[in-house]
């Protein structure tokens, strides 16, 4: 059951990073991302920023969104290991993605997205076919005005896909937001779930669960004897994060749109591994639950 849970959220993680930006109305996100690891000498800090530009093609509300995004992630791998740490403290990804979207009429908005992102951990100096992973979405927005709600209810229903699932099939994708009163509004969904507090229009607090990680290749594939004592030597071929974690945030808000967000949390579920080519698990780096803290600063639409 662990087993089947485990690559549930890992394929999750692998769907949804590829459209995570076309769910989202922020238009740029710098952001920084610090998790140690409980009862190890492991740590795990992250930069990320992206931008996302929507082009007016008409008067009818088609956009055409281009959006680049780049993340370095540093992993202090200070472990006792029987493999060659070096080259598993640093990765990176560089992703370009290019969405459409139009109204469908005066509730519905249909958007499609194709990406393309390079991770790895470039030991080599160069890029090779393995960092390459392709992404693809497309997505149902309905957006109902109620004059009982502060803000419009929203709806996100869709599906998507990316090479890194091991699937040959593309993943629900669901987003539900709504503002019910002046001092109060909850999101359900994929990858984040939250219920806000407005203590006022400038600052809001917020409890959440969410689902957070990376994947990446190793370009330098290397053997390694997994945890398990009676399995064989094993071909480690890249890397993934799959974390599950509940929290509490705060927002303060500068302007309608610029925002600074402080998320501190504790994992539910930790799942650090390599993986060889099937994506199967290889050697378990980490699995237990840990403090989480990330923050940031964003421009939204909304």
Same mark, same amino acid.
């Given at each position: 059951?662990?087993?089947?849970?485990?690559?549930?959220?890992?394929?999750?993680?692998?769907?949804?990073?590829?459209?995570?930006?076309?769910?989202?109305?922020?238009?740029?996100?710098?952001?920084?991302?610090?998790?140690?690891?409980?009862?190890?000498?492991?740590?795990?800090?992250?930069?990320?920023?992206?931008?996302?530009?929507?082009?007016?093609?008409?008067?009818?509300?088609?956009?055409?969104?281009?959006?680049?995004?780049?993340?370095?992630?540093?992993?202090?791998?200070?472990?006792?290991?029987?493999?060659? @740490?070096?080259?598993?403290?640093?990765?990176?990804?560089?992703?370009?993605?290019?969405?459409?979207?139009?109204?469908?009429?005066?509730?519905? +908005?249909?958007?499609?997205?194709?990406?393309?992102?390079? &991770?790895?951990?470039?030991? @080599?100096?160069?890029?090779?076919?393995?960092?390459?992973? /392709?992404?693809? &979405?497309?997505?149902?927005?309905?957006? @109902?005005?109620?004059?009982?709600?502060?803000?419009?209810?929203?709806?996100?229903?869709?599906?998507?896909?990316?090479?890194?699932?091991?699937?040959?099939?593309?993943?629900?994708?669901?987003?539900?937001?709504? +503002?019910?009163?002046?001092?109060?509004?909850?999101?359900?969904?994929?990858?984040?779930?939250?219920?806000? /507090?407005?203590?006022?229009?400038?600052?809001?607090?917020?409890?959440?669960?969410?689902?957070?990680?990376?994947?990446?290749?190793?370009?330098?594939?290397?053997?390694?004897?997994?945890?398990?004592?009676?399995?064989?030597?094993?071909?480690?071929?890249?890397?993934?994060?799959?974390?599950?974690?509940?929290?509490?945030?705060?927002?303060?808000?500068?302007?309608?749109?610029?925002?600074? /967000?402080?998320?501190?949390?504790? @994992?539910?579920?930790?799942?650090? +591994?390599?993986?060889?080519?099937?994506?199967?698990?290889?050697?378990?780096?980490?699995?237990?639950?840990?403090?989480?803290? +990330?923050?940031?600063?964003?421009?939204?639409?909304?």
């Amino acid at each position: 059951m662990k087993k089947s849970c485990n690559w549930f959220l890992m394929l999750l993680i692998a769907g949804i990073t590829g459209v995570a930006q076309g769910q989202t109305t922020d238009l740029a996100r710098i952001e920084y991302t610090y998790f140690p690891q409980k009862d190890s000498d492991n740590s795990f800090r992250r930069f990320r920023s992206f931008i996302n530009f929507p082009i007016k093609l008409n008067e009818n509300g088609a956009y055409l969104v281009p959006g680049i995004e780049y993340r370095n992630t540093n992993l202090k791998y200070n472990d006792p290991a029987i493999f060659d @740490t070096n080259e598993l403290d640093r990765f990176q990804s560089f992703s370009g993605s290019l969405g459409y979207t139009f109204k469908m009429n005066e509730i519905w +908005r249909f958007g499609a997205e194709a990406g393309l992102r390079v &991770a790895s951990n470039f030991e @080599t100096g160069e890029m090779i076919n393995d960092d390459v992973i /392709y992404t693809g &979405a497309v997505y149902f927005i309905k957006t @109902t005005e109620d004059e009982r709600y502060i803000d419009p209810v929203r709806l996100i229903l869709g599906l998507s896909y990316s090479t890194t699932s091991g699937i040959p099939f593309p993943l629900p994708v669901i987003n539900y937001y709504k +503002r019910f009163s002046p001092d109060w509004s909850y999101t359900l969904g994929i990858p984040k779930s939250n219920l806000k /507090y407005f203590i006022n229009e400038k600052n809001v607090l917020q409890g959440f669960v969410t689902l957070d990680g990376f994947f990446a290749n190793i370009q330098n594939n290397f053997y390694t004897t997994p945890n398990s004592p009676s399995s064989n030597m094993r071909m480690a071929e890249n890397i993934s994060m799959t974390i599950v974690l509940a929290g509490l945030g705060y927002e303060y808000n500068f302007t309608d749109n610029l925002s600074l /967000y402080l998320y501190a949390g504790h @994992t539910l579920v930790n799942d650090i +591994r390599l993986r060889d080519g099937n994506l199967d698990k290889v050697y378990t780096i980490n699995e237990t639950n840990s403090f989480y803290g +990330r923050t940031g600063l964003k421009f939204s639409i909304l």
